[in-house]
């Protein structure tokens, strides 16, 4: 049997639905176009009541997203072999740890990293994605997905080490990116049709 695909996965926005992230579009357009932020920065939570509300703002990711049913299939069949890379906090690791327990997902990633060192997101997974070397790694963050896309280490060819697939949203999908798509299911067929053709001689 072939190997299985290793596939990184972002867990709020990509296997966790997350109607919240929809309120990321307006934050970071009062960013860019008001306080004149260009950079990529994110919010960090220091202390109990920034920790607090931080904590329900993400008890919103309760649904599974589409094409969770998919990936427990993929894995089971040995074609993808997943792992859970999330820019959470540890101090957020037991409501992430209750929902996939929930939602019976327990056992379909080889490996769940979160931002246990509070580093600026985009950095974070930039440097766990080198180290684990995925082929793919799905995320819904466009400002995470740009950094990404333009940061990973290219093979000879030119081609990127990790192909970086977007989920976007209604409000910024008219962003050009030639990996994006709705939803999980979707990003998921293009990864399994991808190595389709790759096992063609
Ligand atoms: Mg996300």
């Given amino acids: 049997m072939a190997k299985p695909i290793v596939v990184g996965f972002d867990f709020d926005g990509v296997v966790a639905y997350n ?26 939570p220091k202390n109990g009541i920034e920790r607090a509300f931080w904590s329900l703002a ?4 309760m649904f599974p997203a589409l094409g969770v049913t998919h990936l427990r299939h993929l894995v089971s069949e040995g074609v993808i072999e997943a792992h859970l890379l999330t820019s959470r906090f540890g101090f957020l690791e037991p409501n992430l ?5 929930f939602w019976n997902l327990s056992n379909v990633f080889t490996s769940v990293t979160l931002n246990t060192r509070e ?27 740009s950094h990404l ?43 399994v049709t991808g190595r389709t053709i790759k096992a063609t001689p």
């Avoid at 109607?19 to 990321?24: D, E, F, K, S, Y």
């Avoid at 766990?128 to 995470?144: G, L, P």
Wanted: aromatic letters at 16%.
């Fill in 19 to 44: 109607p919240a992230r929809l309120a990321r579009y307006p934050i970071s357009f009062i960013k860019q176009n008001i306080l004149g932020i260009h950079t990529v920065s994110f919010f960090i």
């Fill in 58 to 61: 993400h008890e919103s990711s």
């Fill in 97 to 101: 740890r209750r929902f996939l327990r």
């Fill in 119 to 145: 580093e600026q997101p985009h950095l974070f997974k930039e440097r766990i994605i080198r180290a684990k070397k995925f082929e793919y790694f799905v995320e819904d963050n466009w400002d995470i997905v």
């Fill in 149 to 191: 896309a333009a940061n990973l280490p290219r093979r000879q060819k030119g081609t990127r080490l990790t192909t970086v697939h977007w989920i976007y949203n209604i409000f910024d999908r008219n962003q050009p990116y030639p990996h994006k798509y709705p939803y999980l299911e979707k990003s998921l067929e293009h990864i």
